[in-house]
């Protein structure tokens, strides 16, 4: 089984940044792509970022230009540093892992491990 615990949500005026990280533990030999998505009140849950073990990322188009994502394999963890913050992307976001790469090119959400969430709320 694999465990993965978000940090660094919180509370920030729109046009800040936020820096979430999420660490993985137990069978981390399964995990290859890692991904956050984010789940606001009475929405879908949507992709926000997401990145294979070798680095090729993919982004929801509403972040591209302001998240960036990274990993580093030999830690297992994966952040997500969000810049210039806007209200609407206030969510509760999640960390995701897979046991495929292709599971970032495929682009859905049915990822094998899913951590507990954690809350970013952007104040306007």
């Known amino acids: 089984q694999v465990h993965l615990v978000e940090s660094g949500g919180g509370l920030v005026q729109a046009g800040g940044w936020l820096r979430l990280s999420c660490e993985a533990s137990?069978?981390?030999?399964?995990?290859?792509?890692m991904a956050w998505y984010r789940q606001a009140p009475g929405k879908q849950r949507e992709l926000v970022a997401a990145?294979?073990?070798?680095?090729?990322?993919k982004y929801g188009d509403s972040v591209k230009g302001r998240f960036t994502i990274s990993r580093d394999n030999a830690k297992n963890t994966v952040d997500l540093q969000m810049n210039s913050l806007k209200p609407e992307d206030t969510a509760v976001y999640y960390c995701?892992?897979?046991?495929?790469?292709?599971?970032?090119?495929?682009?859905?959400?049915?990822?094998?491990?899913w951590g507990q969430g954690t809350q970013v709320t952007v104040s306007s």
């Open positions: 995701a892992a897979d046991r495929l790469n292709s599971r970032v090119l495929a682009g859905n959400d049915e990822y094998d491990y």
């Open positions: 137990g069978s981390v030999s399964r995990i290859h792509a």
């Open positions: 990145i294979t073990t070798s680095g090729y990322t």
